[in-house]
């Protein structure tokens, strides 16, 4: 495939995942013409071994530094995208890590077939997972592609507009007629683009077979600030979100789940996933309903505090 296309990395405090990205984007069948570090807080950047310097072997890589008070999940990757000439761009989280040479390949299909305007890859976990989020991977990211559009809502929810930008490709024409990313937003930036996407009477192509390795083993703390946000965002883009059904996804994967820890011999572990699943809910259910509560306590229930300076 001859095509160009660019990657766009946020970064904060990279380490040995990130160097192991750039080793695997360098094996790619279709090699990206520039990837585009957007770092945040250089201090932390140049401390680590895999600073400026060791970024001198790569002559495609090119490091921009941003304070944390100027990230945004959003307006930062723009900037990013901003800065690439490429028909097509990739965007990638520092710890996802490419399955094969393929990765870019695949994504770029229906893209350059006209198919789609943004595809997503298939997260799968990383050894080390625990049985409760293996699954959760395999529920979000299933084995079969699709290209879904204004024809899924019914059926879907809220889950047509999933389009995780831990690893996605985006057509850059289509991303500047509607406008890029939000610019200011405490989370959920992908799913934002990926409903005007589908508003625009256009498709989002999950290709499973362009695969990366990504997932984390949260606590059930930290799922209940990442969850306060992801409500925060919903409830600051009603015109995204309002009428589309959310909360019965989540309700299926716990009762799926429960299901399969008990099949798989890990009932045991049953009684924590309900514990941390009720955590998600509170944190989803209290950032819905964010503007009824105290700034302070807001701040603490936020993963993104400084979104909130």
Same mark, same amino acid.
Not at 78 to 101: E, H, Q
């Given at each position: 495939m001859d095509v160009k296309v660019d990657v766009i990395i946020p970064t904060l405090m990279p380490g040995q995942e990130f160097a192991d990205l750039l080793e695997a984007l360098e094996r790619q069948s279709v090699q990206p013409g520039r990837i585009i570090v957007m770092n945040t807080e250089e201090k932390y950047f140049e401390r680590l071994k895999y600073g400026n310097q060791r970024m001198k072997k790569y002559s495609n890589v090119e490091v921009h530094h941003l304070s944390s008070r100027e990230f945004d999940h959003g307006?930062?990757?723009?900037?990013?995208?901003?800065?690439?000439?490429?028909?097509?761009?990739?965007?990638?989280?520092?710890?996802?890590?490419?399955?094969?040479?393929?990765?870019?390949?695949? +994504?770029l299909e229906p893209l350059v077939a006209g198919d789609a305007a943004v595809s997503y890859a298939r997260q799968l976990p990383k050894p080390g997972c625990s049985p409760v989020e293996s699954f959760i991977k395999q529920f979000n990211y299933p084995a079969t592609s699709r290209l879904k559009g204004q024809e899924d809502l019914e059926e879907m929810g809220i889950k047509t507009f999933f389009c995780s930008n831990a690893c996605a490709a985006y057509d850059r024409s289509t991303f500047d007629a +509607?406008?890029?990313?939000?610019r200011h937003t405490i989370f959920n930036e992908d799913m934002i683009y990926a409903s005007r996407v589908v508003k625009a009477g256009k498709k989002?192509?999950?290709?499973?077979?362009?695969?990366?390795?990504?997932?984390?083993?949260?606590?059930?703390?930290?799922?209940?600030?990442?969850?306060?946000?992801?409500?925060?965002?919903?409830?600051?883009?009603?015109?995204?979100?309002?009428?589309?059904?959310?909360?019965?996804?989540?309700?299926?994967?716990?009762?799926?789940?429960?299901?399969?820890?008990?099949?798989?011999? &890990?009932?045991?572990?049953? +009684?924590?996933?309900?514990?941390?699943?009720?955590?998600?809910?509170?944190?989803?259910?209290?950032?819905?309903?964010?503007?009824? +509560?105290?700034?302070?306590?807001?701040?603490?229930?936020?993963? &993104?505090? &400084?979104?909130?300076?």
């Open positions: 307006n930062t990757r723009n900037n990013g995208v901003k800065k690439s000439g490429a028909p097509y761009f990739v965007c990638m989280t520092m710890d996802a890590l490419p399955k094969d040479a393929f990765l870019l390949e695949r +994504l +509607l406008g890029g990313f939000i989002i192509a999950y290709v499973a077979q362009a695969e990366v390795l990504h997932s984390h083993n949260y606590s059930w703390i930290e799922n209940f600030h990442r969850n306060f946000d992801v409500g925060v965002s919903q409830a600051d883009n009603p015109d995204v979100f309002r009428g589309i059904k959310s909360e019965t996804e989540g309700i299926r994967l716990v009762k799926e789940l429960t299901c399969h820890l008990k099949e798989s011999g &890990n009932s045991r572990l049953i +009684l924590p996933m309900l514990w941390g699943s009720g955590w998600k809910f509170l944190g989803y259910r209290l950032g819905k309903h964010y503007t009824r +509560l105290p700034q302070g306590f807001v701040r603490r229930c936020s993963m &993104n505090r &400084n979104y909130w300076q």
